[in-house]
């Protein structure tokens, strides 16, 4: 695959971005693709490795090496270095429905996997997966494709995020009506709301869905399942229904002055900012305003970064964050080899602009929140911070958590973002559908499957599986797709 001698030849190399000066601004796509000709030459470094684990999606030492979506990586980057771009296309949109997403957000396990990781740099397939798609979109590859032949089967869909979406996409492909249901105002779920415009712009989704569209899916927004609409009503109407919902259950904190006015989750934070700024320019108002604060936010990850990130374009005076967990190693440790997910520090675009407007890394590692303070209006204006120790309990030989004596501080906060992870599904979508849940709230199934303990109902996406990627959901919901498809039809001939 690519040139024999490719990444011996060529650097890896990736597009630029622009500043953290600049880039903070707005609310912009800030990263600058390579030219077509330099992706050529990035796509000559895939080496013929002989066992290509950049498409594996295998557990290797208790994490994933590798796409879980088994994207067939050598292939488009041996045919992007011979400059075949048109089935480049076809071999990237016969496993991944959404390229134009997870060329954006996806932390690229597929990078961590490349064989070029152990001698050098992997290759660019991120960037090369971003080339593919758009050059789809600029050729006119991507366009609708109706089915042309129906089956008579309709399918509910609960939910518009990745996984939704994916399921919908594959079970229109297969002939079958689909119809999905969307809470929100606008179609996305996650991508929409969960993920801050310059990560994904919003306009890619739309473009996306306009196509899904006219090749016969159905979306219907405000549609609250278990709410406003029953979901008796999608029993008795479809043939089957996949609950595709996310793992929309934030993790709350338990301490002392946790009632103080200006603390919120992170989920409502963004999807409020996301929101304001589509429909008005954030002329409306309706937004929790960062601006002149200083902001703390609680918990690291995606989620912890994307509130700093747009918290610092919102005008926060200062953005803290807290890590319960010690600082990852920079470089990977001798116990984490490659191919092995690499488990280092990451600094993040939200951290780096943090970084060039503050002066410093806004992360606080082995710390926690042990109570807030309010001011006479109520409102929340310090926090009490307390350095964390994690020591190994002789009995159970787990590292637990301890609070180190004398080390309590006190810092001013004007806003306060909990962005500590999410607990499960929300209990009455699953209660609507009378769907047993494992004791993390995720919908039950039989292990590798996604038929749920009601007869018409499947699950995908991290209503199955948790909180986890994009990349993830987009696999759960075309796997979720092939089981409906079986059960309705005795067969599959889905991807």
């Known amino acids: 695959m690519g040139k024999p001698t490719g990444f011996l030849e060529y650097e890896r190399e990736t597009g630029c971005v622009i ?42 030492g208790g994490m994933v090496s590798g796409c879980p979506l088994n994207n067939l990586v050598p292939e488009w980057n041996d045919l992007i ?28 396990l597929c990078e961590a996997a490349c064989t070029c990781n152990l001698n050098g740099a992997p290759v660019s397939v991120k960037e090369n997966e971003h080339g593919i798609i758009e050059y789809g979109y600029e050729h006119g590859l991507m366009k609708a494709d109706p089915p042309k032949v129906r089956t008579g089967k309709r399918i509910a869909v609960v939910g518009s995020g990745p996984s939704g979406l994916a399921a919908a996409d594959q079970l229109n492909k297969r002939g079958h009506q689909v119809t999905v249901f969307e809470r929100s105002d606008r179609v996305g779920g996650l991508l929409m709301y969960g993920i801050p415009n310059m990560k994904l712009d919003k306009a890619v989704i739309e473009r996306r869905i306009n196509i899904m569209k006219e090749e016969g899916i159905e979306f219907v927004t405000g549609a609250d399942i278990g709410n ?38 992170a989920v409502d934070f963004l999807k409020k ?120 309990d002789p009995e159970s030989g787990r590292m637990v958590m301890h609070e180190i004596e004398g080390s309590n501080e006190i810092i001013p906060v004007d806003l306060v973002l909990i962005a500590a992870g999410f607990l ?49 959901a987009i696999r759960e919901g075309r796997e979720a797709a092939k089981c409906v498809d079986i059960n309705l039809m005795g067969y599959t001939n889905l991807d």
């Open 19 to 60: 500043s953290p000066e600049e880039r903070i601004q707005n609310f912009n796509e800030f990263h600058i693709p390579l030219s077509s000709e330099m992706q050529q030459k990035q796509g000559a470094r895939c080496m013929d490795c002989g066992v290509p684990f950049c498409q594996s999606g295998m557990m290797i």
């Open 81 to 108: 270095y011979n400059g075949n771009w048109e089935q480049a296309w076809r071999r990237l949109m016969k496993t991944n429905s959404f390229p134009e997403f997870t060329s954006r957000v996806c932390p690229a």
């Open 228 to 265: 406003n609409y029953k979901a008796s009503r999608l029993l008795k109407e479809y043939d089957s229904v996949i609950l595709a919902c996310g793992a929309s259950n934030p993790r709350d904190i338990n301490v002392p002055g946790r009632e103080a006015k200006g603390i919120y989750f």
């Open 273 to 392: 900012t996301t929101k304001s700024l589509l429909d008005s320019n954030f002329e409306d108002g309706n937004f929790i305003s960062a601006k002149g604060k200083n902001v703390l936010v609680i918990g690291g990850g995606d989620t912890g970064n994307d509130c700093v990130g747009t918290s610092i374009r919102l005008g926060a005076q200062n953005v803290i964050q807290l890590e319960m967990m010690p600082k990852a190693p920079d470089q990977r440790a001798e116990s984490n080899p490659w191919p092995e997910w690499p488990k280092i520090c990451k600094t993040d675009y939200g951290q780096e602009e943090a970084i060039a407007l503050y002066g410093h890394d806004p992360r606080i590692y082995e710390t926690t929140v042990k109570s807030f303070v309010a001011n006479d209006n109520g409102e929340v204006c310090a926090a009490e911070l307390v350095k964390l120790s994690w020591q190994k």
């Open 424 to 472: 499960g599904s929300q209990s009455y979508v699953t209660d609507a559908f009378g769907v047993e849940v494992d004791g993390r709230t995720n919908v039950k199934t039989e292990p590798g499957h996604y038929h749920t303990s009601e007869e018409k109902v499947y699950v995908a996406g991290d209503m199955h599986r948790g909180q986890s990627l994009v990349v993830w």
